[in-house]
């Protein structure tokens, strides 16, 4: 089992990196912890770390051109089936 995901995000100039992943990891928590309560035992789902890169001036149909990985992402129902 995978200990960290790849996301491609086009997030507004207003929004910092920071913010953008405060968000992020706080709405996915809430959606898990609702699905599975026995996440509600944890103290923390997620850690505070994470790792955000620029893409600069490339087009976000370049980037998912040529993107490594072109597998669907998993769902958060935890379906793996994909691959």
């Known amino acids: 089992m995978p200990d960290h995901v790849h996301l491609f995000l086009n ?3 207003t929004l910092s990196p920071s913010d953008a992943m405060f968000r992020l990891k706080g709405y996915t928590s809430r959606v898990l912890r609702q699905k599975y309560p026995h996440l509600e035992r944890m103290s923390s789902l997620w850690t505070r770390s994470y790792f955000v890169s620029s893409a600069g001036n490339v087009s976000s149909a370049t980037i998912q051109r040529t993107s490594p990985s072109k597998r669907p992402a998993d769902t958060l129902d935890g379906d793996s089936s994909n691959g």
Do not use: D, L, R, T
């Open 11 to 13: 997030c507004p100039p």
